[in-house]
């Protein structure tokens, strides 16, 4: 059983950055496709980021621009970078590994899910 574990959470303030990391424990067939999801008190979990094959990226409009994901192969790890930071980007952020899905953004695609790292943006 694979496991996603997440770090690099934190409070900032607006227009700060932070990196998120996530590490596989193990690497297969899943582990070529792995996305960022966010989950606001009251909110549904909403894609914000995908990465397949290690280069070909997708965003969610709001982030994009702001937000990179990329893929560290020898690591197992794939980041997501968040630069200039809103207050609506508070939330607990999941990285999730799965086969690729037409529709990247659609959690029910994933199979692995790591615990979580919370993001806070104070204004």
């Known amino acids: 059983q694979m496991q996603l574990v997440e770090s690099g959470g934190g409070s900032v303030q607006a227009g700060g950055s932070l990196r998120l990391s996530c590490t596989a424990s193990?690497?297969?067939?899943?582990?070529?496709?792995m996305g960022w999801f966010r989950e606001a008190p009251g909110k549904e979990r909403e894609g914000v980021a995908r990465?397949?094959?290690?280069?070909?990226?997708y965003y969610v409009d709001s982030v994009r621009g702001r937000f990179t994901v990329s893929l560290d192969n020898a690591k197992n790890t794939v980041y997501l970078q968040m630069n200039n930071l809103k207050p609506e980007d508070t939330a607990m952020y999941y990285c999730?590994?799965?086969?690729?899905?037409?529709?990247?953004?659609?959690?029910?695609?994933?199979?692995?899910w790591g615990q979580g790292t919370q993001v806070t943006v104070s204004s």
């Open positions: 999730a590994a799965g086969p690729w899905g037409p529709v990247w953004s659609v959690a029910t695609t994933y199979n692995y």
């Open positions: 193990a690497v297969n067939a899943f582990t070529n496709c």
């Open positions: 990465i397949y094959n290690g280069t070909d990226d």
